[in-house]
């Protein structure tokens, strides 16, 4: 008895697209020195220079205490909002994004995909600025870590929902001056080489890199708390804009 076989045209099963597709992102930002730089190289060297060196006024002596959570919550949103908005942007523009909608591949296929890349990274990268810290004499409490990750999870959530929203409506070059004047205000003014300005709970929701570093602050450094309120304003940056990005995002 001989056997056929017919070809069975059809699409992949969407678990092996989104594979395909995650890793695509995460080897694609790797080729792209700009965005290490930008997550791991400013990073690297606010840790190092704030935290080892009298270069800013701090209201703790702890400098890295205070430096090393700040950093950390800078790297997740120099992945997840400044990087993820740039890059977008442009892919936008050159019809990367384009071709990709003609593939098998949904529009919600793809923000799953991009957003767990940018997980993916950040959890790297704060691993390695983590043992760096630790390496030149942090010394984190380990007691609340999960509330730790919670928040970090909320924050690159939003950030990258805000990033997402911002590449779909802006032009790519108008889309990376937004997302760097965004980047410059909020290491300005988050709290990381510097005090926050004191805006009370208003200020978490204005400036969620200076509840993101706090929230890490009060875990790693004092084994504490999540204030309500920062919980509060990191879900809902996360909510609405990932929201916002899911309703808006355009292939072109």
Same mark, same amino acid.
Request: charge should be neutral; hydrophobic fraction near 65%; charged fraction near 10%.
């Given at each position: 008895m001989s056997s056929t076989f017919a070809p069975a045209p059809g699409r992949a099963p969407m678990r092996t697209i989104l594979g395909k597709q995650i890793r695509m992102e995460l080897l694609l930002t790797a080729r792209r020195g700009e965005a290490v730089v930008l997550a791991m190289g400013v990073p690297l060297l606010v840790l190092l220079g704030a935290g080892l060196f009298d270069v800013t006024n701090l209201p703790t002596d702890d400098r890295l205490g205070y430096v090393v959570p700040g950093v950390l919550a800078l790297t997740v949103m120099s992945t997840a909002f400044t990087g993820q908005a740039i890059t977008t942007g442009y892919e936008r523009s050159y019809g990367v994004l384009k071709r990709l909608g003609a593939s098998p591949l949904t529009r919600p296929g793809l923000l799953i995909a991009k957003?767990?890349?940018?997980?993916?990274?950040?959890?790297?990268?704060?691993? %390695?600025?983590?043992?760096?810290?630790?390496?030149?004499?942090?010394?984190?409490?380990?007691?609340?870590?999960?509330?730790?990750?919670?928040?970090?999870?909320?924050?690159?959530?939003?950030?990258?929902?805000?990033?997402?929203?911002?590449?779909?409506?802006?032009?790519?070059?108008?889309?990376?001056?937004?997302?760097?004047?965004?980047?410059?205000?909020?290491?300005? %003014?988050?709290?990381?080489?510097?005090?926050?300005?004191?805006?009370?709970?208003?200020?978490?929701?204005?400036?969620?890199?200076?509840?993101?570093?706090?929230?890490?602050?009060?875990?790693?450094?004092?084994?504490?708390?999540?204030?309500?309120?920062?919980?509060?304003?990191?879900?809902?940056?996360? %909510?609405?804009?990932?929201?916002?990005?899911?309703?808006?995002?355009?292939?072109?």
């Open positions: 957003t767990a890349a940018v997980f993916a990274l950040i959890v790297l990268q704060v691993l %390695v600025l983590a043992l760096v810290g630790i390496a030149v004499g942090w010394r984190p409490e380990a007691g609340a870590l999960l509330p730790a990750i919670g928040v970090t999870v909320l924050a690159a959530g939003g950030y990258t929902g805000l990033a997402l929203l911002l590449a779909s409506v802006l032009k790519p070059e108008t889309t990376t001056g937004a997302a760097t004047l965004i980047y410059v205000v909020m290491l300005s %003014v988050g709290g990381i080489m510097f005090a926050a300005p004191d805006l009370g709970v208003a200020g978490w929701f204005l400036l969620p890199l200076a509840a993101h570093a706090e929230a890490l602050r009060e875990t790693l450094m004092h084994n504490g708390s999540v204030p309500i309120g920062i919980w509060a304003a990191l879900l809902t940056w996360a %909510v609405v804009w990932l929201t916002a990005a899911a309703r808006s995002f355009k292939w072109e």
